[in-house]
């Protein structure tokens, strides 16, 4: 079967590093995305790894290992308004485009 | 600004009503996707499009329907609404084959009592 596996829920605090780390077992790769969700509105794309490494784009970064099915956001200097959640996606085999999403972990920074 | 819009964010609708969720993108996209998200569930695909008339299952298709007469719109149907199909409903498109990833709508909160 096809399964994506991130955390339900973590606590970090204001200026603090958090990683959320996301594993996962599909028919096929093509690439893994982060979104990020506030509360009541639709996802915002964050990231996307589909070579094995490390890639940084401001405070965020995505890393991806292929052959351990593994995953992982790193936020760096936390602020409040990084409290969401943040949803881990594969894509696997074929040309639809098809995304598996993991149920989302929810982020809430402290101050 | 590209877009992808549906058109109600809040619906309630009745059990046993026929329920049409619209959404429309000006991307030119190919793909399209209908998802039901969840408390602890995630998202789950309930049908997708990848071309005018061209429709997939995804992994929750019972009770929906779908209906793609053009390249821009999606309908999602419930042919008859049950209390169960109470959810968020995500509209989303890509561009095939490999596009970056999904543009979502803002979503459509719908209950059904």
């Known amino acids: 079967g096809q399964n994506i596996d991130q955390p339900t829920e973590m606590t970090a605090t204001e200026g603090a590093i958090v990683q959320i780390n996301c594993t996962y077992q599909?028919?096929?790769?093509?690439?893994l995305f982060w979104y990020q969700q506030h509360a009541g509105e639709a996802p915002t794309f964050l990231s996307y790894n589909v070579l094995d490494g490390l890639e940084e784009k401001g405070r965020f970064s995505s890393f991806l290992s292929r052959s351990k099915g593994y995953s992982y956001l790193l936020l760096k200097e936390l602020q409040m308004k990084d409290s969401a959640s943040y949803l881990c996606?594969?894509?696997?085999?074929?040309?639809?485009?098809?995304?598996?999403f993991g149920q989302g972990t929810t982020l809430q920074v402290k101050p | 600004d590209v877009k992808v819009t549906q058109s109600s964010r809040y619906l309630v609708k009745r059990t046993g009503e026929k329920v049409f969720l619209e959404c429309v993108q000006d991307m030119d996209h190919e793909n399209m996707f209908w998802y039901r998200q969840d408390p602890g569930l995630g998202l789950r695909l309930i049908y997708f499009?990848?071309?005018?008339?061209?429709?997939e299952k995804g992994d929750i298709p019972e009770g929906y329907s779908v209906s793609r007469e053009k390249k821009e719109r999606f309908s999602l149907i419930l042919e008859s609404a049950s209390t169960n199909q109470t959810s968020m409903y995500l509209c989303a498109s890509s561009i095939r084959p490999k596009g970056y990833g999904y543009t979502f709508g803002s979503g459509t909160r719908l209950t059904v009592v």
């Open positions: 599909t028919s096929g790769f093509n690439g």
């Open positions: 996606a594969v894509r696997g085999s074929g040309n639809t485009g098809k995304l598996i």
């Open positions: 499009s990848y071309d005018v008339k061209m429709k």
